[in-house]
Structure formats: C-alpha cells, structure tokens
C-alpha cells in the first residue's frame, strides 16, 4: 500500500462535507473561500488517518452562513469555522486550527430519553448531544448538524465513544 499523501487528505475532507446545506455554498461559483477552507483543514490534519469528522453548516435565505468542521486523528484535533455570506467570497472569515486531542477535560450530556419511558418511535437514548470541553479552553457541541441518516448515527455513535475513552487521558 502506498503512502498516504496530502492529496488524499484533501479529498477525503472535501468528500466528507456534504449535504443540502453544503451543496449550496459549494455551488455558489463565488465561493472562492471554500477551496482555501478545506485546503486549510487538509494541511491541519497532515499525514494522518481521520478517525472521526463531524460538520454543520447554517445558511439563511440571504446567504450568509455559519459552518463549522471538527476533525479528529490519532493525536490532534482540528477546529475549522467559517462565517460569512456565500454570495460575497471577500465577506467570509475563517478560522482552521489544529490543537492535542490530550486534555479533555469534560463532557456534558443533553436531551437523551428517559430510561424509563420509552417509545417505539423514540427509542433510548435518542438523539442526545455531548458537549466536550478541553483543558485548552477547545469547547464543542456534537453532533454539529441533526442527525439524519443511519450512516451518520453510526458516526456519532463511534464519536460518542472516542470521546467517552479519552476522558481524563
């Protein structure tokens, strides 16, 4: 197998944001800032694998937007914001940073079901969301966009647990 190159880090990124609200800023043909952004975020993470990613982007009817993307390796962690309106690429302000995975400090746990009433429609735990706070003043609320597919259940599941382990380390 050959080595992983930043090539491949970029289009594993770019393939990772996707949705409704993704699709609209990517195909705005203005939107000049959003290859710089995932360029960004490819050089932060390096070399190495992704072992989770997690997005969420915010559009109103007048284009201006709020996204951000978290990316989790082995080692670090990649905080990557950006602000602006789609429709004015010199309007968009980003922000991509990566900091240690080490020194998760706290997770706070929101709007899980009740253990004890449970629906079919609505099983336990339910769409609950973790908040994570770092030692470093890092403060993050997943999952970042609702969770709509089995597919990205999974992921956050998977997210969930990393999290969950790596408390205190």
């Known amino acids: 197998m050959a080595e992983r190159d930043l ?8 393939r990772s944001l ?10 705005d043909d203005r ?7 995932v ?14 990613l997690d997005s969420g ?3 109103d009817d007048a284009g201006v937007f709020s996204a951000k993307v978290v990316v989790f390796t082995d080692k670090t962690i990649v905080f990557a914001d950006a602000t602006g309106r789609s429709a004015d690429p010199y309007d968009v302000a980003t922000v991509v940073a990566a900091r240690p995975r080490a020194g ?16 079919l429609f609505d099983p336990w735990p339910g769409d609950f969301t973790v908040t994570a706070e770092w ?24 997210l969930y647990a990393a999290l969950i382990d790596a408390l205190g380390e």
């Open 7 to 14: 090539t491949e880090v970029l289009e594993e990124v770019g």
């Open 18 to 27: 996707t949705g409704a609200a993704w699709m609209r800023l990517r195909s």
């Open 31 to 37: 939107a000049e800032w959003f290859g710089h952004f």
């Open 39 to 52: 360029s960004g975020i490819a050089l932060a993470v390096g070399l190495r694998p992704i072992e989770h």
């Open 57 to 59: 982007v915010r559009v």
């Open 104 to 119: 998760l400090s706290q997770l706070t746990i929101s709007d899980a079901n009740s253990a004890f009433q449970r629906d």
């Open 135 to 158: 030692s470093y003043g890092a403060k993050v609320t997943f999952p970042l966009s609702p969770i709509e597919t089995d597919d990205h259940r999974a992921r956050f599941s998977a």
